[in-house]
T-cell receptor, first 114, second 114 residues
């Protein structure tokens, strides 16, 4: 059962335009959501997060939106840059026995075209 | 930011041998580390939670006798794949957290069993 779903395996965007990466989840107990960025042959790096009590969090060019009623979150990158080309993982966490158990989506490969 | 170092980054071993993967937190103490596994075109799957000074907590379906985890100090956790077989070939990655949920990942280890 895939609790965190990223239905778009890939996305291509022109440099300077907006990139929108989407993520859906099924577990209403998730209380924290995160986005990670991964380059080939490297581990994921934390990008931005949002608590379930908020609906928007912004950090520079990156904004995450959360729609709890729809169990949907999205990551907006604007303007997109070629260096943003990477795989983006959506993740959601829930307190599980004293620690936050994180579940990852399958990832979306973003290609920003110069 | 915090750094997690994982070694080796890739390893090829013969079927039936054991392989040890190290995960170190370089500039912080990590009482808890996490080990993930990623198959091609799939998401990161949590294998186990490594707790310093105590036994690891394994996810359902993960063989604890096959994937030995030792968290001997606050900066080092090791994963040993015992009697490796070709089906164990995968990308293994560790992470450690500071604070609530922000996780820092190692570079990952590409294991190929021939």
């Amino acid at each position: 059962d895939q609790q965190v779903k990223q239905n778009s395996p890939s996305l291509s965007v022109q440099e300077g335009r907006i990139s929108i990466l989407n993520c859906d989840y099924t577990n209403s107990m998730f209380d924290y959501f995160l986005w990670y960025k991964k380059y080939p042959a490297e581990g994921p790096t934390f990008l931005i997060s949002i608590s379930s009590i908020k609906d928007k969090n912004e950090d520079g060019r990156f904004t995450v939106f959360l729609n709890k009623s729809a169990k949907h979150l999205s990551l907006h990158i604007v303007p997109s840059q070629p260096g943003d080309s990477a795989v983006y993982f959506c993740a959601a966490s829930v307190n599980f026995g004293g620690y936050q158990k994180v579940t990852f989506g399958i990832g979306t490969k973003l290609q920003v075209i110069p | 930011g915090a750094v997690v170092s994982q070694h080796p980054s890739w390893v090829i071993c013969k079927s039936g041998t054991s392989v040890k993967i190290e995960c170190r937190s370089l500039d912080f103490q990590a009482t808890t580390m996490f080990w993930y596994r990623q198959f091609p075109k799939q998401s990161l799957m949590l294998m186990a939670t490594s707790n310093e000074g105590s036994k690891a907590t394994y996810e359902q379906g993960v063989e604890k006798d096959k994937f030995l985890i030792n968290h001997a100090s606050l900066t080092l956790s090791t994963l040993t794949v015992t009697s490796a077989h070709p089906e164990d070939s995968s990308f293994y990655i560790c992470s450690a957290r500071i604070g609530f949920t922000e996780a820092f990942f190692g570079q990952g280890t590409r294991l190929t069993v021939v």
